[in-house]
Structure formats: C-alpha cells, structure tokens
C-alpha cells in the first residue's frame, strides 16, 4: 500500500534543484574579475545566497515530505546561515 506524497515534486522538488541552479550561477559569476558593477555586487550576492538556501530548504522539504510549517528551525537556521555569510562578505 502505498501513500500519496504530501509534497509533490512539480511543486518543492524541481523549483528547488532550479532555485539552487540559479543561486550557484549568480554566485560563481560574481567572481572577483567579473564585469559586475560595484552598486550590483553588494545586492546580487545576497540575492544568490537567498536563492541557493531557499532551494536547499524547498528540496528538504520535499525529501523528508514535511511541510513548511513544521520546518521552523530548519528555516530559521537557514536564515541565520544566510545572514552570517552576507554579514561576513561586507567585510571584505
């Protein structure tokens, strides 16, 4: 007998590989001699941060079938990860 899944793959599974893509993508094209501008740098890497997490977090959620609501700490240590690294890059 088998159930059927709380979280569907159409919905956290595949947005989730696409999220961490995309993340990955922003993320490495921000090298240090990329032809990114000084004013977009500072809000492009936070943004792949946010993207490659979230999609990490949507792709827990569909391994484990958990919805988010029950995922609070999990999300809230994402959120604490992502601000840490943000943070640590103002430094540089």
Do not use: D
């Not at 159409?10 to 094209?29: D, N």
């Amino acid at each position: 007998m088998t159930s059927k899944p709380l979280v569907s793959f159409t919905k956290r599974g595949l947005p989730g590989l696409l999220l961490i893509a995309l993340g990955l993508m922003l993320g490495l094209s921000l090298g240090r001699h990329s032809s990114w501008s000084v004013e977009v740098k500072p809000i492009v890497y936070p943004l792949a941060l946010l993207l490659a997490v979230g999609g990490c977090n949507m792709i827990g959620s569909y391994i484990q079938q958990r919805p988010f609501r029950t995922m609070r700490t999990a999300l809230l240590a994402s959120t604490v990860l992502v601000v840490s690294l943000w943070l640590g890059s103002l430094t540089h």
